[in-house]
């Protein structure tokens, strides 16, 4: 039903900030908890973010303080604000339901962090 498309990835320095959104060929309305995930090679895929659909938000230690979620449910788009990224943040960037779908896992958006 719903189509999840990921970008605003790239290259970015220590300490730097990048962006990311995650588009929604439909709407997202009615998808109570959206969640961001990421995964490195030769790592499990892990959750880094989840937002309700009325804004309440979760961060595992790993990124609190330093990733902000947000959504903007009339847009069809959900958001990651990442700051002070460190090079252990390099992976791709997914997002999906909380808990995840997997008929819905799309092709992320690359982060990497390095000098």
């Known amino acids: 039903q719903v189509q999840l498309v990921e970008s605003g990835g790239g290259l970015v320095q220590p300490g730097g900030s990048l962006r990311l959104s995650c588009a929604a060929s439909?709407?997202?309305?009615?998808?109570?908890?959206m969640g961001w995930y990421r995964q490195a090679p030769g790592k499990q895929r892990e959750l880094v973010a989840t937002?309700?659909?009325?804004?309440?938000?979760t961060y595992p230690d790993s990124v609190k303080g330093r990733f902000t979620i947000s959504r903007d449910n009339a847009k069809n788009t959900v958001y990651l604000q990442m700051n002070s990224l460190k090079p252990e943040d390099t992976a791709v960037y997914y997002c999906?339901?909380?808990?995840?779908?997997?008929?819905?896992w799309g092709q992320g958006t690359q982060v990497t962090v390095s000098s």
């Open positions: 439909g709407s997202i309305f009615s998808i109570y908890v």
């Open positions: 999906n339901t909380f808990p995840f779908l997997s008929a819905y």
């Open positions: 937002i309700t659909k009325t804004g309440s938000t």
